[in-house]
T-cell receptor
Framework: DVKVTQSSRYLVKRTGEKVFLECVQD?????MFWYRQDPGLGLRLIYF???????EKGDIPEGYSVSREKKERFSLILESASTNQTSMYLC?????????FGSGTRLTVV | QQPVQSPQAVILREGEDAVINCSSS?????VHWYRQKHGEAPVFLMI?????EQKGHEKISASFNEKKQQSSLYLTASQLSYSGTYFC???????????FGTGTQLKVEL
C-alpha cells in the first residue's frame, strides 16, 4: 500500500513564525500536492509538483512556498504564519490515477 | 473554478439508494471521486476518463457525461459504512491536478 506520511498531526504556531509542513511518500510517485481543507470550502490546491525541483502554483498559493529536493519529499512552507492560515493541510501523491492522501496536519496559528 | 456538487447533504436509511452529482463549467479530461470519514483522510473511490474508461472500487458505480461536463456517483443499497463526505475532483487541463468540489455529506441511518 502507498503510504503518505505527514510529519505532524497537530501544530500550534504563533503569528509571524515560519512554519514547515513535511510530507513523505514511499511509492516513487512523480506527482505530489498540497491542499488545505476548510469547512464549506472543500479542498483547495495550494501548490503541486510533477518532478524533483519542479513546483507550480495552485489556486491559493499566496503566503505559501514549497520545496521538492527529493522525489519522495514535498515540503510546504508558511513564510510568516497568519491566523487566516489556520486550517487542515493535506498532502497527496499520485502516479497517473487516484491520489493517496496523508492523514493531514491541523495547524492553528495564534 | 470549483465544480459544483449536489446535493450538499443527504440522509438515507440503510438499503436506500443515492445519487451525487458533480458539474463543471470547464471541459473535463477526467473526474475522480473520494470519500472522507470524519477525522480521516479522503480515500480514492473511482476515476472516470474521457473516452469511457473507469477504474476504481468494484462496488461503486459512476457515470461521466463529457458533453454536459458532469459526473454522477451512484450508491446503491447503502450501508452504514457509506456515511461520510463525498468529493468529486476534476481534471480540466494537462497533468493530474485536481480541483475539488465542496463535498456532499452522506449519512446512512438504521
Amino acid at each position: 500500500d502507498v503510504k503518505v506520511t505527514q510529519s505532524s498531526r497537530y501544530l500550534v504556531k504563533r503569528t509571524g513564525e515560519k512554519v514547515f509542513l513535511e510530507c513523505v511518500q514511499d511509492m516513487d510517485h512523480e506527482n505530489m500536492f498540497w491542499y488545505r481543507q476548510d469547512p464549506g470550502l472543500g479542498l483547495r490546491l495550494i501548490y503541486f509538483s510533477y518532478d524533483v525541483k519542479m513546483k507550480e502554483k495552485g489556486d491559493i498559493p499566496e503566503g505559501y512556498s514549497v520545496s521538492r529536493e527529493k522525489k519522495e519529499r514535498f515540503s510546504l512552507i508558511l513564510e510568516s504564519a497568519s491566523t487566516n492560515q489556520t486550517s487542515m493541510y493535506l498532502c497527496a501523491s499520485s502516479r497517473t490515477d487516484g491520489y493517496t492522501f496523508g492523514s493531514g496536519t491541523r495547524l492553528t496559528v495564534v | 473554478q470549483q465544480p459544483v456538487q449536489s446535493p450538499q447533504a443527504v440522509i438515507l436509511r440503510e438499503g436506500e439508494d443515492a445519487v451525487i452529482n458533480c458539474s463543471s463549467s470547464k471541459a473535463l479530461y477526467s473526474v475522480h471521486w473520494y470519500r472522507q470519514k470524519h477525522g480521516e483522510a479522503p480515500v480514492f473511490l473511482m476515476i472516470l476518463l474521457k473516452g469511457g474508461e473507469q477504474k476504481g472500487h468494484e462496488k461503486i458505480s459512476a457515470s461521466f457525461n463529457e458533453k454536459k461536463q458532469q459526473s454522477s456517483l451512484y450508491l446503491t443499497a447503502s450501508q452504514l459504512s457509506y456515511s461520510g463526505t463525498y468529493f468529486c475532483g476534476t481534471v480540466t487541463g494537462g497533468g493530474n491536478k485536481l480541483t475539488f468540489g465542496t463535498g456532499t455529506q452522506l449519512k446512512v441511518e438504521l
